[in-house]
T-cell receptor
């Protein structure tokens, strides 16, 4: 099947920017998503980008999409301790949605 | 709206026991799905449903049954639990995915942590 790949861990200092990367393989994906999972909770949609866009900005979040390289990134500006969580990249084509393994972001004070 | 609710939150089973994980949503969503989350493997789709009376298999359906008698409810049944089914189970719902349509965000329940001994 198709794979969505992410690095498993990222550690940053409070106030720095965080960049979480993701690669996907299905070129027919129509939407790409970033979900956040806090401990003991379900996944919460952070932001999404349609496949014909290159960039989307939403307050502290910036999503970059390189469709040629099938690379998606999530940048969190001014990272706070409350941003510590697992971040999942996901791609969707119609009813078929695939998730990466998640990147655990740790924010150190 | 309560969103997506799941019960129980925690469950311990012995090998061979059966149980049903409950999932309900009050957003009138056509699409509902069950995922399992295992360390380092992300979420894997077990079964999904595009409406009442319609279900289909996902990536890892073996050992699980589902039914969809109403729009609101989508229970997941384990007929004979095995240790390999120890996992965290998430139910999700959304409007039906339509190619070229709205973002159709999936809403997730809080999860059921299942341990099979």
């Amino acid at each position: 099947g198709e794979d969505v790949e992410q690095s498993l861990f990222l550690s940053v200092r409070e106030g720095d920017s965080s960049v979480i990367n993701c690669t996907y393989t299905d070129s027919s994906s129509t939407y790409l998503y970033w979900y956040k999972q806090e401990p003991g909770a379900g996944l919460q949609l952070l932001t999404y980008i349609f496949s014909n866009m290159d960039m989307k900005q939403d307050q502290r979040l910036t999503v970059l999409l390189n469709k040629k390289d099938k690379h998606l990134s999530l940048r969190i500006a001014d990272t706070q301790t409350g941003d510590s969580a697992i971040y999942f990249c996901a791609e969707r084509d119609n009813n078929d949605m695939r998730f990466g393994a998640g990147t655990r972001l740790t924010v150190k004070p | 709206n309560a969103g997506v609710t799941q019960t129980p939150k925690f469950q311990v089973l012995k090998t061979g026991q059966s149980m049903t994980l409950q999932c309900a949503q009050d957003m009138n969503h056509e699409y509902m799905s069950w995922y399992r989350q295992d360390p380092g493997m992300g979420l894997r789709l077990i079964h999904y449903s595009v409406g009442a009376g319609i279900t289909d298999q996902g990536e890892v359906p073996n050992g699980y049954n589902v039914s969809r008698s109403t729009t609101e409810d989508f229970p997941l049944r384990l007929l004979s639990a095995a240790p390999s089914q120890t996992s965290v189970y998430f139910c999700a719902s959304s409007l039906f995915f339509r190619s070229g349509g709205a973002k159709n965000e999936q809403f997730f329940g809080p999860g059921t942590r299942l341990t099979v001994l």
